[in-house]
């Protein structure tokens, strides 16, 4: 019963580290995306994938890269944390071409001081 | 001006009562409509999909205003677990949600 697992749950990064978030599934879903969420904004895209190979950017893309090289693993990589990157990220999947029920991951805390 | 405008809130109210809440869209094209539930430092999750003649799951009754661009959300005889943010989400023609900034709600006993 894993569903969307992410690590690490908590994280602090000074400035100009590069750090990678690591989520995988195990429900053999396509679609795969990542999320930021700060207060009063609601969850913001950062980047997507529709299946192994593909990545796409979402609304707020920069500052991040994203593979996907199999279908269960989705990583985020910050390459040079900002102050402006602190954030609750999430990382969610669901079957390509389906409704809007995404399952999310637990959700990593990262603060860049 | 963002795609998915919610009150905030809070709405407090007392176990039992009756609490509704609406989420405004800008999206005239867009296709499918959500409300999620996320518990204070939790993940998301579905509550309920939107259709457009109005649906009901038990005590939660969302519907869909297309002419207006508005979802609403109703939850009847409030639960102290009904106490959470609930997100009205949207779905484009490309599968992408765009997702409020939630409306939170108290249930007090």
């Known amino acids: 019963n894993a569903g969307v697992t992410q690590t690490p749950k908590f994280q602090v990064l000074k400035t100009g580290q590069s750090m990678t978030l690591q989520c995988a599934q195990d429900m053999n879903h396509e679609y795969m995306s990542w999320y930021r969420q700060d207060p009063g904004m609601g969850l913001r895209l950062i980047h997507y994938s529709v299946g192994a190979g593909i990545t796409d950017q979402g609304e707020v893309p920069n500052g991040y890269n994203v593979s996907r090289s199999t279908t269960e693993d989705f990583p985020l990589r910050l390459l040079s944390a900002a102050p402006s990157q602190t954030s609750v990220y999430f990382c969610?999947?669901?079957?390509?071409?389906?409704?809007?029920?995404?399952?999310f991951g637990p959700g990593t805390r990262l603060t860049v001081t | 001006r963002k795609e998915v405008e919610q009150d905030p809130g809070p709405f407090n109210v007392p176990e039992g009562a009756t609490v509704a809440f609406n989420c405004t869209y800008s999206?005239?094209?867009?296709?499918?409509f959500f409300w999620y539930r996320q518990d204070c430092r939790k993940e998301p999750k579905l509550l309920m999909s939107?259709?457009?003649s109005g649906n009901e799951d038990g005590r939660f009754t969302a519907q869909l205003n297309r002419a207006s661009q508005y979802i609403s959300l109703l939850i009847r005889d409030s639960k102290l677990s009904d106490s959470a943010t609930y997100l009205c989400?949207?779905?484009?023609?490309?599968?992408?949600?765009?997702f409020g900034a939630g409306t939170t709600v108290t249930v007090r006993a």
């Open positions: 999206n005239s094209a867009s296709q499918s």
């Open positions: 989400v949207v779905r484009g023609y490309d599968y992408k949600l765009s």
């Open positions: 969610a999947s669901k079957m390509t071409g389906s409704g809007g029920e995404q399952y």
């Open positions: 939107v259709y457009s």
